[in-house]
């Protein structure tokens, strides 16, 4: 079974808007972290935003908030005011588990284009 | 504050071969893990090292091997080349393995080709 699914493989949306990417995942391991990472045509990977299994609250970070429904294993990222450099892949990924590996576990990743 | 290098950006490669890919980690950080990315896929979890030992290993066969060095950059051998080695080969830094939340910097990684 696929641990994390982003069942969007492109998205697009108008600058200054707000466009949401769906992540899901699956772990039986009351202890995970979730990860968004943004990957421009350049390749490097940018570390987004984090939340862990046990936050009560959903993460932020400037333009970038993580809707997280723990009981629907969800871990939606919005971005708000979209930009044109915002036009990327994107990744959300889950860590299991703390004192492991800390191996991160990739979707596929959607594809967003930000048009004016 | 130096961030994560990678080197060679770019590599071709025959089948058969073998090659070295170098990751310089970010200053401070004594963790490294590789991933291979695929065209069109997420990047999925070679190996880490933490403090020259590997400390985990994912799906991938024993002809993928790595080093880390005193000064945490660290290696990664292919070896026996196949076509399907081809893919983007990103190396990610970060500080410890125990925080769940530990953020991995990534490298702009290094892309091969296998002919």
């Known amino acids: 079974a696929q641990k994390i699914t982003q069942t969007q493989p492109g998205m697009f949306v108008q600058e200054k808007e707000a466009v949401t990417l769906d992540c899901t995942y699956d772990t039986s391991d009351p202890s995970y972290g979730l990860f968004w990472y943004k990957q421009p045509s350049s390749g490097e990977m940018i570390f987004l935003i984090y939340?862990?299994?046990?936050?009560?609250q959903n993460a932020t970070e400037g333009r970038y908030s993580l809707n997280f429904q723990k009981a629907r294993k969800s871990a939606n990222l919005v971005i708000s005011a979209s930009q044109l450099g915002d036009s990327a892949m994107y990744f959300c990924a889950m860590r299991e588990g703390p004192g492991t590996a800390s191996k991160l576990t990739f979707g596929t990743g959607t594809r967003l284009q930000v048009t004016l | 504050e130096t961030g994560v290098t990678q080197s060679p950006t770019h590599l071709i490669k025959t089948r058969g071969q073998q090659v070295t890919l170098r990751c310089s980690s970010q200053s401070g950080h004594n963790t490294v893990s590789w991933y291979q990315q695929a065209l069109g896929q997420g990047p999925q979890f070679i190996f880490q090292?933490?403090?020259?030992?590997?400390?985990g290993r994912g799906n991938f066969p024993p002809r993928f091997s790595g080093l880390q060095f005193p000064n945490y950059s660290s290696e990664l051998n292919v070896n026996a080349l196949e076509l399907d080695d081809s893919a983007l080969y990103l190396c990610?830094?970060?500080?410890?393995?125990?925080?769940?939340?530990?953020?991995?910097?990534f490298g702009p990684g290094t892309r091969l080709t296998v002919l």
């Open positions: 990610a830094s970060s500080l410890g393995v125990r925080a769940l939340g530990n953020e991995q910097f």
């Open positions: 939340q862990g299994s046990y936050d009560q």
């Open positions: 090292y933490y403090r020259e030992e590997e400390n």
